[in-house]
């Protein structure tokens, strides 16, 4: 329009003879320049008003065929990602440099949507498709772009961060396709002054072993944090329980270890109530089942080695940096202490063979020295499974390592070449001031809530109801 006005202006002024200052006024330039067009205007006629730059692509525009490649990618290689992710995915995967911006209109031309998408962009491109409906001959691509509506919602109320590195760490476990063709639960803590990923483990279900193993992975990485901010599983806190078996309460267990390392626990059934980890289970769950895919894991220790890696990269990405010097993070534990502390209880008796009968399996009690320990059948005892698969024994204040006693004899005294005698290895054996010994921990399980009898319950309910209403 701008290249047509001064076409009519210049046009009129040499037909009529008009007036040079009033045209200059007009078009906003100086009569040097009126005389200049002028001459144009009589050599090329209204070809001279056209810039010189209509027609031609700018220097950096991507070429056509790049653009196709790009779109190809996705909807085949890299489908179900946010466009801010894919444009990474882009510049480190494929050496294609293009920007945010320029992904969206690439995408938004071909009606492709992005999983993040707001509200207002799904109504427009809705509308959009409605007006494509009577052109379109097939539906193939209007079912392809109403797959990728995807309704999404923030539900999450916003609140300041904790002040300090450690002081809550928020922990749950989401349940998605993350690879492979069956859901599995990846197990989750973040740190919510940083934001930072603290721990992570894939595991089939939501299970003791998987918060063990993240909470392995927060020992030996930062420290003892100060507060665990969880959901209500029963891994973490529950009022009653049917079963009264030690070995499946997981909330002892998990307790237990907490207290022993001296950290606090908080439980809410509300999930909005810790954002933080339910946000961060939104991003991963569009990003991190397409980094799974691409680098080929299909099996839950696949996956566990390759978080190792991919969550340096993530919390580089997104977490803030960190302070030492707001850190509350306890100092490490050894190795062998945390060994020892996210260990899994069982009670057990002694059989009349002198052994202890656990998975199936027939053990029996070894001292350091080596040698074979034998208690009277009926004798109560503890097994003690640490993180490492090890096994250990607490019979009254004694600690003794586990044997397995095999189906049959390896080597046979009658038929095989005859071995000279060694003497008994020397075992390891934890100390007499272990933290699973049999009545500290069995101390600690009688003064839960959920252990108490219905008398108990029923007097304490009575005391706390008449102090409520004192």
């Not at 200049?36 to 525009?61: C, D, S, W």
């Not at 302070?323 to 059989?351: C, G, H, M, W």
């Not at 002198?354 to 001292?367: A, L, S, V, W």
């Not at 040698?371 to 024994?393: E, N, R």
Request: glycine content about 6%.
């Amino acid at each position: 329009m701008e290249e047509q006005y001064k076409y009519q202006v210049i046009k009129k002024l040499i037909e009529k003879n008009g007036n040079k200052k009033n045209a200059a006024l007009k078009l906003g330039c100086t009569t040097r320049h009126i005389n200049r067009m002028i001459r144009g205007y009589e050599a090329e006629g209204k070809a001279y008003f056209l810039h010189g730059n209509r027609g031609r692509q700018p220097v950096h525009t991507l070429p056509q065929e790049t653009r196709q490649l790009i779109v190809d990618l996705y909807l085949n290689k890299y489908h179900g990602s946010n466009f801010t992710h894919f444009c990474e995915l882009l510049r480190n995967n494929e050496s294609i440099v293009a920007s945010g911006g320029t992904i969206r209109t690439i995408m938004m031309k071909n009606k492709i949507i992005s999983p993040l998408a707001t509200r207002k962009v799904k109504k427009e491109t809705r509308r959009q498709l409605e007006e494509e409906k009577k052109k379109v001959k097939t539906k193939k691509e209007l079912n392809t772009i109403q797959e990728k509506l995807v309704d999404l919602e923030d539900a999450h109320p916003r609140r300041p961060r904790c002040a300090y590195f450690g002081e809550m760490i928020q922990m749950d476990a989401s349940q998605d396709v993350w690879f492979g063709s069956d859901k599995t639960y990846l197990h989750l803590a973040v740190d919510d002054c940083t934001g930072r990923i603290v721990g992570a483990y894939f595991d089939k279900q939501e299970t003791l072993n998987g918060y063990y193993n993240v909470f392995h992975q927060i020992l030996t990485n930062y420290g003892i944090p100060h507060l665990f901010y969880t959901d209500r599983r029963t891994v973490f806190e529950y009022k009653s329980k049917k079963s009264p078996s030690i070995e499946e309460d997981t909330f002892t267990q998990f307790g237990y270890a907490c207290k022993r390392l001296g950290v606090n626990i908080n439980t809410t059934s509300v999930p909005q109530a810790k954002g933080r980890v339910e946000r961060m289970f939104q991003t991963l769950q569009s990003r991190l089942p397409i980094e799974l895919r691409l680098a080929g894991a299909t099996t839950p220790e696949q996956a566990n080695e390759f978080l190792n890696s991919y969550i340096k990269e993530f919390n580089a990405l997104f977490a803030l940096p960190i302070d030492y010097s707001k850190s509350v993070f306890e100092t490490q534990p050894s190795l062998e202490d945390i060994n020892l502390t996210l260990a899994v209880l069982s009670k057990r008796k002694i059989d009349s063979g002198h052994c202890i009968r656990f998975d199936n399996k027939y053990y029996k009690p070894i001292n350091a020295q080596g040698l074979p320990a034998y208690y009277h059948q009926g004798t109560s005892c503890m097994v003690i499974k640490a993180f490492d698969g090890m096994l250990f024994t607490s019979i009254g204040e004694k600690v003794f390592a586990l044997d397995e006693i095999p189906k049959h004899e390896i080597k046979s005294k009658n038929f095989d070449f005859p071995q000279t005698v060694s003497k008994p290895k020397k075992r390891y054996v934890p100390p007499m001031s272990h933290p699973w010994r049999d009545n500290a921990f069995t101390d600690y399980v009688k003064a839960q809530q959920h252990y108490l009898s219905e008398t108990q319950r029923a007097f304490e309910d009575i005391i706390y109801s008449q102090e409520m209403l004192y």
